[in-house]
Structures are given as C-alpha cells and as structure tokens.
C-alpha cells in the first residue's frame, strides 16, 4: 500500500515559473524525502527532511514539512525544461536501520521551453 | 564510480515460466533494497536485505517471489510460475546500511519485465 498522496497529479508550467508539488501521508514518519523520475526508470534522490525539520533548500528547491498536518510540499523555482520528469514524495518510519521507502503516486511535471 | 545496475534491462517471458532478475549494488553499500512499480504508480518495497540477510520481507506479495544475496553484494529476485499481473518496473536501490532511516537510497535503472 502507498503512504503518500502528492498533489496536484499532474503539473504544466512555463520556464522559469515555479512548480510547487504537495504530498500528504498518513502515518508517524522519522524523515520525507523527495524523488525524481524520468521516462518511468530510475529514481534520483533529491531532497531529505527530517521529521523534527519544518524547511529544508537545495539550491533550487525549498522542501516544507508539517508534522501536524502530515503534509510536505516541494517547491523548484525558476524551472526549466529539464526539471520535466515525474516527482514522488517517499516517507520512512520510525523502523530502526530499515529506510525502506513508501512512495506516494507521484506527479507529473511538464515544463514548456 | 559506477552506480546501481540491473540486468537484464528487458524481460519478456510467458505466463508460468521463472525468471531471474539481478542487481549490482554500489560497492561498499552493505543495505540492498527491491522495490515493483506499476505503470502510473509509485515504487513499492519489496524486500531489504543488510548484508547477507534479508532483514524485511515483508513486502513480497506470495510466495512466488523470494531473493537472495549470498555474498552480501550481488543480489537475485526470483518470481516463479510468473502471472501477467507481475509485469511491472523491478527496480533495485542501494545504500550504505550505516545511517539508519536517513541513509539516501541509490537506485538503479531498473528491469521491464513483461509477461505475456
């Protein structure tokens, strides 16, 4: 089963805009993390936080994350075309050295030149 | 240095028949990691191994599905009697076993496997 939820499903923006994705969970986590995907292969690590962390940058991404709410967002400011990929949010629990990782359904982010 | 690799990258097999897919993890990396992703979905755990032993299995959908690393690095995941519902990316990621829950996970390409 999936923990997360992102939001929106998909996403089409202009370069240079900025793209902010949400994801939402529904269990107590010790860290969220960020993937990205392109053409449905591998995925590139992009962005850890920590659950005792509420913002975290990364060059051009900025990551939120609220415990209250279970909610994180990932924001990529000034996009360009190669930011075009599939973003999954990915959350591990509390399981002691196991980081094995529960990813949400991802979003699709298209960025037009 | 070299990364996660998976081979084959594409497997085409019949309903019934075994396949075998392998995962070259990033050398050193003692944690070792399956995951399946469907078409239009994210990643799904399969199994964990930390070292030789598979630490978490519990991801592994029926008995069908078992994997081994005999020696630590190089790991097999093994479907039996495959059904057209097993296709899907097998994707294999890697890390270093030393940091706990924050360890970062590198993945590899993953392999297609379709079943006819």
């Known amino acids: 089963s999936q923990q997360g939820e992102e939001d929106p499903q998909a996403l089409s923006i202009q370069e240079g805009e900025n793209a902010t994705m949400n994801c939402s969970y529904k269990?107590?986590?010790?860290?969220l993390q960020w993937y990205r995907q392109n053409s449905g292969r591998g995925l590139v690590h992009l962005i850890l936080?920590?659950?005792?962390?509420r913002e975290k940058h990364s060059g051009r991404l900025r990551v939120t994350l609220d415990t209250s709410k279970k909610s994180s967002s990932l924001l990529i400011t000034a996009s360009r075309a190669a930011d075009t990929a599939s973003y999954f949010c990915a959350t591990v629990g509390w399981t002691g050295a196991n980081s094995k990782l529960t990813f949400g359904k991802g979003i699709t982010l298209s960025v037009r030149p | 240095g070299a990364g996660v690799s998976q081979t084959p990258s594409n497997k085409v097999t019949e309903k019934g028949k075994y396949v075998e897919l392998r995962c070259d993890p990033i050398?050193?990396?003692?944690?070792l990691y399956w995951y399946r992703q469907s078409l239009g979905q994210g990643p799904e755990f399969l199994i964990y191994?930390?070292?030789?032993?598979?630490?978490?299995d519990s991801g592994l959908p029926n008995d069908r599905f078992f994997a081994v690393r005999p020696e630590g690095s190089v790991s097999t995941l093994k479907i039996q009697r495959t059904e057209r519902g097993d296709s899907a990316v097998y994707l294999c990621a890697s890390s270093l076993g030393q940091g706990g829950a924050t360890d970062t996970q590198y993945f590899g390409p993953g392999t297609r496997l379709t079943v006819l």
């Open positions: 050398s050193g990396h003692t944690a």
């Open positions: 269990t107590s986590i010790n860290n």
């Open positions: 191994f930390q070292g030789t032993g598979a630490a978490d």
């Open positions: 936080i920590r659950s005792n962390e």
